[in-house]
């Protein structure tokens, strides 16, 4: 049996579910760990800050954070084939089996 969340939701009104939990959170996709790790980094170095930060008002830790993961994208970020080049490709694989077995005959 595969793990369930509730799901709090208050915006635009309270609305409360129940949902299967993501695979990714036990099996986090190559971007997913990346980003982690940085995150990591950024967090380790902004140990022991004390203090807000002037210029947004959060934590001094939480805005080294902030400032440090602005724009960041993980270079092996997962992109979704559009639908029309995964059909292809499985055609291509398909008739690329077909001349294969009549090659072998």
């Known amino acids: 049996m595969s793990d369930i ?35 990591a980094e950024i967090a380790s170095k902004a140990r022991g800050m004390k203090g807000l930060d002037p210029e947004t008002g959060l934590p001094r830790a939480a805005a080294l954070v902030m400032r440090e993961m602005k724009g ?22 398909v008739l690329r089996r077909a001349v294969a077995e009549e090659l072998v005959k």
């Open 5 to 39: 969340q509730i799901v709090v939701r208050r915006s635009p009104r309270l609305k409360v579910y129940v949902r299967k939990t993501p695979s990714t959170v036990t099996h986090p996709k190559d971007g997913q760990i990346e980003t982690r790790l940085k995150f």
């Open 72 to 93: 960041y994208r993980a270079k092996n970020r997962y992109v979704r084939k559009p639908k029309w080049l995964r059909d292809m490709e499985v055609m291509v694989e």
